[in-house]
């Protein structure tokens, strides 16, 4: 089992750059899969970007591509995700998710995840 808790959420002017953090339980985090989504008020959660469990796979929303990176640390036990350019839209709760699965990171809908609290960001204009 793992446990996943994010960090780094704040409030931030739009254009500005925050740095999220999962950090997670568990000695074989490093075998999961994790992924990053928002949930905006009155929305429903989306997706933001995915990482494989090695790293060497990731994918991005199109409404994030050149502006967020994800990254980990499996040292760490950590997933971070770099959001530049922040724009008011991209307000919301922020939760990252891992699971352990075959399938290709970026296919992967986490519907078998272990899912952390949420951290808040949010961008004024």
């Known amino acids: 089992q793992v446990q996943v808790v994010e960090s780094g959420g704040g409030l931030v002017q739009a254009g500005g750059s925050l740095r999220l953090s999962c950090a997670a339980s568990g000695r074989i985090f490093s075998r999961y899969h994790v992924g990053w989504f928002r949930q905006a008020p009155g929305k429903e959660r989306e997706f933001v970007a995915t990482?494989?469990?090695?790293?060497?796979?990731?994918a991005y929303a199109d409404s994030v591509k050149g502006r967020f990176t994800i990254s980990r640390d499996n040292a760490k036990n950590t997933v971070y995700l770099q959001m530049n350019s922040l724009k008011p839209d991209d307000t919301g709760v922020y939760y990252c998710?891992?699971?352990?699965?075959?399938?290709?990171?970026?296919?992967?809908?986490?519907?078998?995840?272990?899912w952390g609290q949420g951290t808040q960001v949010t961008v004024s204009s």
């Open positions: 998710a891992a699971e352990i699965s075959s399938a290709y990171a970026a296919l992967l809908k986490y519907d078998n995840a272990y």
């Open positions: 990482i494989s469990w090695g790293g060497g796979s990731t």
